[in-house]
């Protein structure tokens, strides 16, 4: 019995251990994006009114 909780505790810590990464690295990715769609938008917008 302590040998399947102690598998299933270590399963969820993995788990939450690689989902809080990811979070990590999409948050960080998140602003990058946002600043390139901003200037793609100045872009398009620039070019529409020459």
């Known amino acids: 019995m302590k040998v399947a909780l102690c598998v ?3 399963f969820v810590f993995i788990a939450c251990s ?5 979070i990590k ?3 960080s990715n998140a602003g ?3 600043k ?3 200037n ?3 872009r398009y917008i620039e ?3 020459r």
Do not use: P
């Open 8 to 10: 299933l505790l270590s």
């Open 32 to 34: 990058q994006w946002t």
């Open 40 to 42: 793609s938008g100045a």
């Open 25 to 27: 690295q999409d948050s």
């Open 18 to 22: 690689n989902t809080w990464t990811g």
């Open 36 to 38: 390139e769609k901003i």
């Open 47 to 49: 070019e529409k009114t």
